[in-house]
């Protein structure tokens, strides 16, 4: 992380994460997709983007209708 933050001007310093309300689902599995930016500048704007990405799997099905089973919804 050292590295990066050397990139930033701003002492302003966030992590922004984006909840999707519309589950995803392959094979009956919720699933969210990882993918890393870095914004290094506003004016111009300059966008840093991490090549990899991954994607994560719940370990169970996933249902609507049973929330007794919190690992249905962790990914």
């Known amino acids: 992380l050292g590295p990066v933050l050397k990139l930033v ?3 302003n310093k966030y992590i922004i994460q984006k909840y999707l309300e519309n589950q995803m689902i392959i094979r009956n599995r919720k699933f969210d997709i990882r993918q890393w930016v ?22 169970f099905d996933y249902t609507e209708s049973d929330w007794s089973n919190p690992f249905i919804h962790l990914t």
């Open 9 to 11: 001007k701003s002492s």
């Open 38 to 59: 870095v914004i290094t500048s506003l004016n111009p704007l300059t966008i840093w983007r991490h090549n990899d990405c991954y994607f994560r799997f719940s370990a």
